[in-house]
């Protein structure tokens, strides 16, 4: 885990950053994380919960099916705030968002961000600081294993940033609620069992034919939302 010097090292919440308006809110913002590829974090103010995306194609369309996605890994069936930065392409996406949800007969109220202010996504924005640190910290531990570095655009540095935000959301416990978002979100803690990240595996492969080998060699990502592990066999397939 990445490490920090003192436990409280984050200033202190204001009262009205941590109230709990009438309907759960969900900030969203992204950032660069190589050329191309961007990643696009989301949270829930209510449980904590962050998702983070790899967005190799940065359009509308494809960050409001994201955000669609995780409202619905969230289980949130009611009027959903939608507070995002002035970005263009986010903009746009989370207009897609509200979309979608509406086939389904589901509200979304979009906030947009204030000019030059932060405020109504300030929360995104020091959880892209906290997953960008883990990441990093995966990263540096792939690279201390395999004594090399790994070039700067490989694709393990994205899949670290997506196994920091399953970790932080699992394990990190919040200084506003006083549990994991997890527990906040399921009611439970995570019991489950986890690999170290990049790790040497074999994976049962259900699509192997008859008289191929089952198992499969290849490197452990993370896991998804419903505890599959997420697997990579060569350089282009997952199990």
């Not at 204001?14 to 969900?26: R, W």
């Not at 405020?119 to 090399?148: C, D, M, N, P």
């Not at 609620?177 to 069992?193: E, F, I, Q, W």
């Amino acid at each position: 885990m990445m490490g920090k010097s003192k436990n409280n090292s984050k200033h202190a919440t204001s009262l009205p950053e941590v109230a709990q308006g009438e309907h759960p809110t969900v900030q969203a913002d992204s950032y660069t994380l190589v050329g191309y590829l961007s990643v696009l974090i989301l949270i829930d103010s209510w449980t904590k919960n962050v998702m983070a995306e790899q967005l190799r194609n940065k359009n509308q369309g494809v960050v409001g099916q994201v955000v669609a996605r995780f409202l619905a890994t969230m289980g949130y069936f009611q009027t959903v705030e939608l507070a995002v930065d002035n970005a263009p392409v986010l903009a746009a996406g989370m207009k897609t968002a509200p979309n979608i949800r509406a086939n389904h007969g589901l509200e979304t109220i979009i906030q947009p961000g204030l000019m030059y202010s932060k405020s109504r996504t300030s929360l995104a924005e020091r959880t892209i600081q906290t997953v960008r640190g883990q990441g990093k910290t995966f990263s540096a531990y792939v690279e201390y294993k395999v004594a090399a570095k790994l070039p700067e655009r490989h694709p393990l540095h994205a899949w670290a940033m997506i196994h920091a935000s399953w970790i932080l959301n699992r394990f990190h416990v919040s200084y506003v609620t006083g549990v994991t978002s997890h527990m906040a979100l399921r009611g439970r803690p995570y019991n489950g069992k986890i690999y170290n990240f990049a790790c040497e595996v074999y994976a049962l492969d259900p699509l192997q034919t008859r008289y191929q080998s089952q198992w499969r060699r290849g490197v452990w990502l993370t896991k998804d939302e419903v505890y599959h592990n997420m697997v990579c066999i060569g350089s282009h397939e997952l199990v």
